[in-house]
């Protein structure tokens, strides 16, 4: 079964540090993986996409890691602002030309001053 | 601006009184979707379409239905709405899906209807 689990499932940081999420999947064949972030009261909205080829994507100050021999995705969020307080979402895509996403149940980040 | 945008963002119903949901995108994307999303659960898609006529379901489409008589506008149609309706709705909208996605071709998201059915 098509699965994307995450982890923690909230987490709360102080303002400056750094942070890491986690996300597993269980989804084949593989074609790529994306975070989004969904601020409160808004839709998601992308962050980074990966393909099976590429172990590592930032965008500013998230970085987004892939393994793929071990289904695993981790999404790096440094130096913490108030604004990064969100939920993060990690979406898989499921290849073989179907309309098919598997969404994470996300990570609830708070950034505490 | 590039935008999705739905309607109503908030709304109350009685269980069986027929509503409707729409979503326009203005980005002249081909492939639009709607998905629910409830605590502790990942989006679920309920319909999506991937051009004018062309619909299919998702996982969780009873209870609804939609239609695409224009490629901008993808309505979602509750007929008879039922309290396990109860849910925030995203209607959303993309250039490519699936696996022809790129990193030009996110989902672009509208900002979300939440529902409730009494």
């Known amino acids: 079964k098509n699965q994307v689990e995450q982890s923690p499932q909230s987490l709360i940081i102080l303002e400056g540090k750094n942070c890491t999420l986690q996300?597993?999947?269980?989804?084949?064949?593989?074609?790529?993986l994306r975070w989004y972030k969904q601020d409160t009261g808004r839709g998601p909205v992308s962050l980074t996409i990966?393909?099976?080829?590429?172990n590592t994507k930032s965008n500013g100050r998230y970085t987004a890691t892939l393994d793929a021999d071990t289904k695993q995705s981790s999404l790096h969020i440094t130096a913490s602002q108030l604004s990064d307080s969100a939920s993060y979402i990690c979406?898989?895509?499921?290849?073989?030309?179907?309309?098919?996403?598997?969404f994470g149940a996300g990570t609830r980040l708070a950034v505490h001053p | 601006e590039a935008q999705v945008t739905q309607n109503p963002r908030y709304l109350i119903t009685v269980t069986g009184k027929k509503l409707t949901v729409t979503c326009s995108q203005n980005?002249?994307?081909?492939?639009m979707s709607w998905y629910r999303q409830d605590p502790g659960l990942g989006l679920r898609q309920i319909y999506y379409?991937?051009?004018?006529?062309?619909?299919d379901k998702g996982d969780v489409p009873e209870g609804y239905k939609v239609s695409r008589k224009e490629k901008r506008n993808f309505p979602l149609i509750l007929e008879s709405p039922s309290p396990n309706q109860t849910s925030l709705y995203f209607c959303?909208?993309?250039?490519?899906?699936?696996?022809?996605?790129?990193?030009?071709?996110?989902?672009?998201f509208g900002n979300g209807t939440r529902l409730t059915v009494t």
């Open positions: 959303a909208s993309s250039s490519r899906w699936g696996a022809r996605a790129t990193a030009r071709s996110p989902l672009h």
């Open positions: 996300c597993n999947y269980t989804v084949s064949p593989f074609s790529n």
């Open positions: 990966m393909t099976f080829s590429e």
């Open positions: 979406v898989v895509s499921v290849s073989g030309g179907y309309n098919k996403l598997i």
């Open positions: 980005m002249n994307h081909e492939y």
């Open positions: 379409s991937m051009n004018v006529e062309v619909t």
